[in-house]
């Protein structure tokens, strides 16, 4: 069956918003001589994850905020990995904090996380913020930018109170934070992974689907109903071109869906400057 006029919703116009708002809160905290800093660890000589770093830093020049790249290599130690972050830790300058995932073979991104103050953690995946939101404490969190990307653009869809959702992965990044934040919200959940017997079954009645699962096209037509809305925070390649979970064959037999390119991923990099400056506040600086 073929859904009706189905809606790709893309993120620009959230985008464009948050950035002019993120804009003038900067330009404020600078006037009264605060300079926003964020600083990103780099713990891998992969060019992928280089590249991911550089992205932040020129999406921060475009907002005013400054920031540090902390760059360690393949050959660094783990005590090394956690000497930088306990040193930034420290540093009255710096207002949040982020590891470039992945790191290099060798090295526990977990134990070095947890060395992050909670109100500088602008990834919000600390166990003292995810504990917050696991509390239903949300506004007092700082919470998982992914996953608050994802229900914002799910909002612009349909109502997400009380809706009937599921999310495709557990991962700790954006399948368990996303979880909890829907259940905050109210929203009746079911949880697929690796050992879900038949995604499809587990997911026909629900009216969002959202998907992190990180292989390409993996959901596909014969897994989906025309009355889903796909959020789709997936992210792979194919052919060296960016490919999301959801399958693009498969957008007339939906309601609506987010593309990838185009969805999830921009506003996820804009709300880690806004989840910086929300960082601010709770230290007292604004």
């Given amino acids: 069956m073929t859904a009706s006029h189905p809606q790709q919703l893309r993120s620009d116009f959230l985008v464009s918003s948050l950035t002019g708002s993120i804009q003038n809160r900067v330009a404020e905290l600078?006037?009264?001589?605060?300079?926003?800093?964020?600083?990103?660890?780099?713990a891998s000589d992969d060019p992928a994850v280089t590249s991911y770093a550089d992205s932040k830093r020129r999406k921060a020049k475009q907002l005013g905020v400054e920031v540090t790249l902390v760059t360690l290599?393949?050959?660094?130690?783990?005590?090394?990995?956690?000497r930088a972050i306990i040193d930034l830790a420290k540093d009255p300058a710096t207002h949040g904090i982020m590891i470039e995932l992945p790191v290099a073979k060798g090295l526990d991104a977990s134990k070095a996380l947890e060395l992050i103050p909670a109100n500088k953690d602008v990834d919000g995946l600390t166990a003292a913020n995810l504990g917050l939101l696991a509390q239903g404490h949300e506004d007092q969190a700082i919470c998982p930018a992914t996953p608050r990307s994802c229900i914002l653009l799910a909002e612009q869809m349909a109502e997400v109170v009380g809706a009937t959702v599921a999310v495709v992965g557990r991962g700790a990044t954006v399948g368990k934070p996303l979880s909890t934040m829907l259940l905050n919200r109210h929203a009746t959940v079911t949880v697929c992974h690796s050992k879900t017997p038949d995604v499809g079954a587990a997911i026909a009645a629900s009216d969002f689907v959202f998907t992190a699962v990180g292989k390409p096209h993996f959901l596909n037509q014969a897994m989906l109903q025309p009355h889903h809305r796909v959020i789709d925070a997936g992210i792979s390649y194919i052919d060296g071109k960016l490919a999301g979970d959801f399958d693009p064959a498969a957008a007339n037999f939906v309601r609506a869906y987010t593309p990838v390119p185009g969805g999830v991923g921009p506003l996820t990099s804009i709300l880690i400057f806004d989840n910086l400056l929300r960082c601010i506040a709770i230290q007292g600086h604004a």
Avoid: K, Y
Wanted: charge should be negative; charged fraction near 15%.
């Fill in 30 to 42: 600078a006037a009264s001589g605060i300079s926003p800093r964020l600083a990103v660890v780099v």
């Fill in 73 to 82: 290599h393949d050959t660094s130690s783990q005590a090394a990995f956690e």
